[in-house]
């Protein structure tokens, strides 16, 4: 009965389980950090590498919130409709006009929102509780407290002030205060760069494909590539790589040398040629190989000259998982993003029963829909991790971990959403 | 008494409702649907503007899922460990090199995944189920039915398949998809332009800012553009002008010219000197200045030439609120964006009570953070709508229609979530 047991021979006898296997790869993985200063204006979503602290007060000065009469708060006392306190008009400012009026007892500067108030105000009496009695007399009918209606210096950031704190995702109001803080440049993390190779001999980047031909065109780096800039990575392709050892080699020890970060897309499978779990023992270490994901099994984690390669599937739907489950944490951890970055995810209620084998983490494309303001997910019957169609059917992930057996009917589960999309009232299938 | 009766005469006397004023806006703005040839490469987060339909199969050919032999599964019928059959080794073929082998009765060729397979075969049998007896002799141990361990031409994509439809916003997999499909260029919708006009001669756009002086930085266009480029816009920056009839009017209609949506901040306020609702009743027509919300009361919805205006409030919350309520669904209908998109949102306890005012839309800036795997959702307090700094310790907003009143401590609800990192275990201030 040899044949039999030359079947079970077959595949990756041994899997690791993906909490394993992902623990072990981020530890393993030395993150050399780089930095670099960038003009504000290209900042978008690049992450801060270090803390930002206020030169600057914010206001810069003691600014007028309304239209109306720089005074001392001190005239003002008693002041009602019923006894109004007459003040002799010493001047007028305008926003972005400035010269500092010398404001004696009872008397007022006329004065507009974002002017910068005079030295001797200490409040705002806004335009409406005043009367203007002639062109240098103004009555006014409010008591004020000191302060009123001033945007003091410092009063938003004070000169000091802790503002941004390194490991913060710069979003547009970030920028926005930047600016407000003449901040011109701000140190970043440098962008890995992750390193794309694939292999086979049946894959083409030309267009131009022989009809009736034995070629397909490789689409898994373009792919990845945008998943890459997606999370803040650089993509470098290497183009395809013809099933040699040699070729092989010699471009992953290229890679190794211009990048952070290598995927190997194609050639994963332990059948075929073997190819690049050789090369790999020979300039590098494995240290997984085989993942209990489904999909995404034929992934491998190892480590050459010290950088983090990760042998993906050449299936499209397989290659993006295992860059889902195990690129995206590791350019996280070259970006220092801390805390963990909250993924689009909805509860939605299963359309149909879902199994799943224990001891493994599936998974589940599924297409979800809203109706009556609820969340359906209806999963994609077309599993095949080489089935393209499906993920353009798909606009969410349903992950089953390892230790539960599947979903029933009706069950409310946490979707991954793939896109920012989702239909109304139906099935986007 | 006139004198109160004066000082209700200052402000927006009728403010419009949020919903009224957001569906009269966006049923008066004729959007001019324009589209662009671009190539795949740069297609990322573009919208189609066309039906894309498949021009070819996919897999293009039949495809060897296995490695093996390709056969003929009649050839197959009976065998078994116990009752083996010897087929004859015509051939060798690896992926990636074909010619087409003539396949005769009890004859095989020995086969790589990812190959074509020769037209006289329609199975291939894993090579665990064969053993090979001699160069040119296998002997193989199962029975299979056609088609066993072949994808076949076509049967992920066929052909005429209509595989991703107008409106979507291409993701790296539908990138992917479109490459496979040998797609080198695909029609999106043009980036909607936006033009950023700042009026205030308070503001100036230079770090060189003189100490002690009465100017401040303009920062609300950069944080515009950040957003506008977000949401699948292209800015264009009109600089500052200064408070003069006769500038704004020619800055105003120049843009009108130019894009397609015009955001004008600062000089919003119905104070100081009207000089923007002037220039626009002369240029074109307001549909609503004042707004029921906070913050943002100061925003006005117009059109010159046809083109929609926004007149937002300048200070910088106000600014952003008024921005996300009203130019973000604009740009989204110029995009062609349908189903509407999924904000990131997050469902939340209040930590403390929180009131609102009736009739009136309030838009709650909260800090966000993450405690025992529920979200928890705390009001920042420094809420004036000049206050920058809240702007960076916020990383949610509570959106209180206009019917409520305000929530309880402890009651959930949903927060639209402004940043992707949300602390764990802590107040994010």
Same mark, same amino acid.
């Given at each position: 009965?040899? =044949? +039999?047991?030359?079947? %079970? +021979?077959?595949?990756?006898?041994?899997?690791?389980?993906?909490?394993?296997?992902?623990?072990?790869?981020?530890?393993?993985?030395?993150?050399?950090?780089?930095?670099?200063?960038?003009?504000?204006?290209?900042?978008?979503?690049?992450?801060?590498?270090?803390?930002?602290? /206020?030169?600057?007060?914010?206001?810069?000065?003691?600014?007028?919130?309304?239209?109306?009469?720089?005074?001392?708060?001190?005239?003002?006392?008693?002041?009602?409709?019923?006894?109004?306190?007459?003040?002799?008009?010493?001047?007028?400012?305008?926003?972005?006009?400035?010269?500092?009026?010398?404001?004696?007892?009872?008397?007022?500067?006329?004065?507009?929102?974002?002017?910068?108030?005079?030295? *001797?105000?200490?409040?705002?009496? +806004?335009?409406?509780?005043?009367?203007?009695?002639?062109?240098?007399?103004?009555?006014?009918?409010?008591?004020?407290?000191?302060?009123?209606?001033?945007?003091?210096?410092?009063?938003?950031?004070?000169?000091?002030?802790?503002?941004?704190?390194?490991?913060?995702?710069?979003?547009?109001?970030?920028?926005?205060?930047?600016? /407000?803080?003449?901040?011109?440049?701000?140190?970043?993390?440098?962008?890995?760069?992750?390193?794309?190779?694939?292999?086979?001999?049946?894959?083409?980047?030309?267009?131009?494909?022989?009809?009736?031909?034995?070629?397909?065109?490789?689409?898994? *780096?373009? +792919?990845?590539?945008?998943?890459?800039?997606?999370?803040?990575?650089?993509?470098?392709?290497?183009?395809?790589?013809?099933?040699?050892?040699?070729?092989?080699?010699?471009?992953?020890?290229?890679?190794?040398?211009?990048?952070?970060?290598?995927?190997?897309?194609?050639?994963?499978?332990?059948?075929?040629?073997?190819?690049?779990?050789?090369?790999?023992?020979?300039?590098?270490?494995?240290?997984?190989?085989?993942?209990?994901?489904?999909?995404?099994?034929?992934?491998?984690?190892?480590?050459?000259?010290?950088?983090?390669?990760?042998?993906?599937?050449?299936?499209?739907?397989?290659?993006?998982?295992?860059?889902?489950?195990?690129? *995206?944490?590791?350019?996280?951890?070259?970006?220092?993003?801390?805390?963990?970055?909250?993924?689009? %995810?909805?509860?939605?209620?299963?359309?149909?029963?879902?199994?799943?084998?224990?001891?493994?983490?599936?998974?589940?494309?599924?297409?979800?829909?809203?109706?009556?303001?609820?969340? =359906?997910?209806?999963?994609?019957?077309?599993?095949?991790?080489?089935?393209?169609?499906?993920?353009?059917?798909?606009?969410?992930?349903?992950?089953?971990?390892?230790?539960?057996?599947?979903?029933?009917?009706?069950?409310?589960?946490?979707?991954?959403?793939?896109?920012?999309?989702?239909?109304?009232?139906?099935?986007?299938?």
């Amino acid at each position: 009965m040899i =044949y +039999m047991c030359a079947a %079970t +021979m077959k595949g990756f006898k041994i899997t690791t389980s993906l909490r394993n296997a992902l623990t072990k790869f981020l530890e393993k993985v030395e993150v050399k950090i780089d930095y670099e200063d960038i003009p504000i204006e290209s900042a978008l979503h690049r992450v801060l590498a270090e803390d930002v602290i /206020a030169k600057y007060d914010l206001p810069p000065f003691n600014r007028a919130a309304m239209d109306g009469y720089a005074i001392k708060s001190e005239d003002s006392r008693g002041a009602s409709i019923e006894t109004p306190i007459r003040l002799k008009i010493v001047g007028r400012l305008e926003a972005g006009f400035f010269k500092n009026i010398n404001i004696g007892s009872f008397e007022a500067v006329e004065i507009m929102t974002g002017s910068k108030v005079p030295d *001797q105000a200490d409040c705002v009496i +806004m335009a409406e509780y005043t009367r203007r009695v002639s062109e240098d007399i103004v009555e006014i009918y409010q008591q004020l407290p000191p302060w009123t209606n001033i945007d003091q210096a410092g009063s938003d950031i004070h000169k000091g002030d802790l503002v941004l704190t390194k490991g913060t995702i710069l979003e547009p109001p970030d920028i926005g205060v930047l600016k /407000a803080l003449r901040i011109e440049k701000v140190k970043v993390f440098k962008k890995p760069k992750v390193g794309l190779i694939s292999t086979g001999d049946e894959l083409i980047d030309s267009f131009e494909i022989v009809e009736g031909g034995c070629k397909i065109i490789e689409n898994n *780096q373009i +792919m990845l590539s945008n998943y890459i800039i997606e999370d803040g990575g650089e993509p470098l392709k290497y183009g395809i790589i013809s099933d040699e050892f040699e070729a092989i080699r010699k471009i992953i020890i290229k890679a190794a040398s211009e990048c952070d970060i290598i995927l190997l897309t194609g050639g994963s499978s332990v059948g075929r040629k073997d190819l690049v779990p050789k090369v790999i023992n020979e300039i590098g270490v494995i240290l997984a190989h085989g993942i209990s994901i489904k999909p995404g099994k034929p992934t491998g984690l190892a480590l050459v000259e010290g950088k983090p390669l990760i042998i993906m599937p050449g299936y499209s739907v397989a290659c993006i998982i295992s860059y889902l489950v195990f690129c *995206q944490p590791l350019i996280q951890k070259f970006l220092n993003i801390n805390p963990k970055l909250i993924k689009l %995810t909805v509860n939605a209620y299963l359309t149909r029963r879902l199994p799943s084998t224990a001891g493994r983490t599936d998974f589940v494309r599924v297409s979800v829909f809203r109706k009556n303001g609820e969340f =359906y997910a209806s999963p994609i019957r077309s599993t095949g991790s080489g089935i393209l169609s499906s993920l353009v059917k798909a606009n969410g992930l349903l992950e089953i971990p390892d230790e539960i057996e599947g979903y029933e009917e009706g069950a409310k589960v946490p979707i991954i959403l793939l896109r920012r999309q989702i239909p109304e009232n139906g099935v986007n299938e």
